[in-house]
């Protein structure tokens, strides 16, 4: 919270907008709590559009459902308006209903996998810690993906991207597509059955043991 604090305050004193996508929002951890950053104050949250989703939580991507949450209403009457010039306009059938469903008559099926990606989280981090001391990990606070430090496998990046396809045979997020910051680090998806997540382990495993 203080992070996003001091970042609303920079925003509030040079009056920039912020857009702040939080799909994942509703996937945290055991002794973590997510703040959404247009509840940080009234003035935030006139200065902001909080982008949500049930689409990650609850694998419903395909009925195109979403939420812009824009309490500033003038700036919300202009959100419509580029709406409307784009054609983007009411949800697919069943869209509206589905989201109402999820967050309405979904609690026990959340829980059920907050505590089961969490068991995944845990398990990714022993084994490649205990088995591939070569990758580092960044411990997540919340979602499905991972981010992997792969400086110590000594590779270019392209070389690493090599690596992990045609060796380990797994398709994973290039880190530099977030920008410079992300060369040599990939991102992983863990929000898989375990034995899936496993099998994808210990293909890196044994491909890093060939090196």
């Given amino acids: 919270r203080e992070e996003l604090e001091r970042l609303a305050d920079i925003c509030l004193k040079n009056n920039i907008l912020v857009i702040s996508d939080e799909i994942h929002f509703d996937i945290v951890y055991k002794g973590h709590r997510h703040t959404v950053f247009g509840s940080l104050s009234e003035k935030v949250a006139e200065k902001c559009v909080v982008l949500t989703a049930p ?13 812009a949450i824009i309490p500033n209403e003038e700036l919300r009457e202009k959100y419509s308006l580029e709406l409307e010039k ?12 589905a989201l109402i469903a999820a967050y309405n008559e979904s609690e026990d099926w959340l829980d059920e996998l907050l505590v089961y990606l969490e068991g995944n989280r845990d398990f990714f981090m022993d084994y490649i810690n205990e088995k591939i001391p070569e990758l580092r990990p960044v411990k997540p606070e919340g979602t499905y993906l991972i981010w992997v430090d792969c400086r110590g496998l000594n590779m270019e990046h392209d070389e690493l991207k090599d690596f992990f396809v045609n060796k380990c045979r797994l398709a994973l997020n290039d880190g530099m597509i977030f920008g410079t910051e992300g060369e040599k680090f990939m991102r992983f998806n863990i929000g898989c059955p375990r034995p899936l997540l496993k099998e994808a382990l210990d293909r890196i495993e044994k491909a890093v043991n060939m090196l």
Avoid: H
């Fill in 86 to 97: 784009v054609r983007i306009g009411s949800p697919i059938v069943g869209g509206e209903e």
């Fill in 55 to 67: 689409s990650k939580t609850f694998n419903i991507a395909g009925l195109k459902i979403s939420n």
